[in-house]
C-alpha cells in the first residue's frame, strides 16, 4: 500500500469476477492513476464495473491502528501494518462471499492486460487444475512449471475462496512481524528466501501457488511511498 490497448475475447463465464483496489483516502493520486488505466485497458466499459476501491487503513488513524493491531495480533509498524491490516480485511470479505475467485489489486499496480478475467484459460496455458494464489505480478519469478521461487510483492493477484481462508489463516495464527508478502510466501515451497518466516504452529500447510504465463501487472512506484521504503524490499533491493 496500477497501458495498452486490449482486444478482448468473448467475455467467459468468470466475466463477472470480483477485483479489488486497496487504496488510501488520501491517496488520491493513486485512485486516479487507475481509474484512468481502466479507461485504457477496457474502453468498451466490459470489466470496469467489477471493479471496488477497497478503503485502505492509514498509519494515521491511530485508533484504527490500535483496534486491528489487537484484534490481528500484529507487531508491524506504520505502513507496513496497515497494508496487512487491509490485505485481511479484504480476505475476510472475501471469505464471507459466493465468489470461486477475487482479484486484489493495490494501487499502485500498472495493468497490462485485462485478459485475466478469463481464469480457466490462465490454469489451463499452466496445465494446472486449481490454486490458492495465483499472481499476476511481473516481480514474481516462476520455475518451468510456474511455481514462484523468486520475488515479491502483493500489488497483484487471485485468490481462490479456499486460498483467502488458507492465507487469512497463516497471517492470523500468531504473531504477525514480517511483511505479509513474506509471510505468505513462507508457505509456497519454491520461495526458499521467506522460509525463516514459516509458521510453526502450520509446518504442513503449503499453499497450491503459481505465477501467470503472462504477467498482466507490474509494479509503478507512482510518487510517494505510503508504506514507506523509499530503498525497496527489506529481502531483495532490485526488480526485474
Given amino acids: 500500500m496500477l497501458i495498452f490497448s486490449v482486444k478482448f475475447k468473448k467475455p467467459t463465464i468468470l466475466s463477472n ?25 477496457d474502453k468498451d466499459g466490459i470489466h470496469t464495473k467489477h471493479f471496488d476501491f477497497f478503503p485502505a487503513i492509514s498509519k494515521n488513524n491511530t485508533d484504527q491502528m490500535k483496534k486491528y493491531c489487537k484484534e490481528f495480533n500484529i507487531t508491524l509498524q506504520g505502513g507496513e501494518a496497515c497494508c ?9 470479505k472475501i471469505i464471507e462471499m459466493e465468489e470461486e475467485y477475487t482479484v486484489i489489486f493495490e494501487d499502485d499496480a500498472k495493468i497490462l492486460s485485462l485478459q485475466f478475467f478469463d481464469v480457466e484459460n490462465l490454469m489451463k496455458e ?7 494464489i495465483l499472481y499476476l505480478n511481473n516481480r514474481i519469478k516462476h520455475n518451468d512449471k510456474y511455481e514462484p521461487i523468486n520475488g515479491w510483492g ?13 492465507i487469512y489463516n497463516i497471517l492470523t495464527c500468531d504473531v504477525l512481524s514480517s511483511p505479509i508478502d513474506n509471510q505468505i510466501q513462507s508457505h509456497i515451497k519454491g520461495m526458499k528466501i521467506a522460509r525463516s518466516c514459516h509458521r510453526k504452529k502450520l509446518p504442513n500447510l503449503w499453499l497450491k501457488a503459481y505465477r501467470t504465463k503472462t504477467a498482466f501487472v507490474k509494479h509503478f512506484p507512482n510518487g510517494h511511498s505510503y508504506i514507506g521504503r523509499p530503498k525497496g524490499h527489506w529481502l531483495l533491493n532490485n526488480e526485474t
Avoid: P, W
Wanted: proline residues 0%; contains cysteine; aromatic residues 10%.
Fill in 17 to 41: 469476477m470480483k477485483c479489488y483496489i486497496i487504496n488510501l483516502e488520501e491517496a488520491s493520486d493513486r485512485k486516479q492513476f487507475f481509474l484512468n488505466q481502466l479507461r485504457i485497458v
Fill in 84 to 92: 496487512a491490516i487491509s490485505h485481511l480485511l479484504v480476505l475476510r
Fill in 154 to 166: 502483493t500489488e497483484g493477484y487471485i485468490v481462490s475462496k479456499e486460498g483467502a481462508k488458507q
Fill in 126 to 132: 499452466i496445465n494446472i487444475k486449481d490454486f490458492d
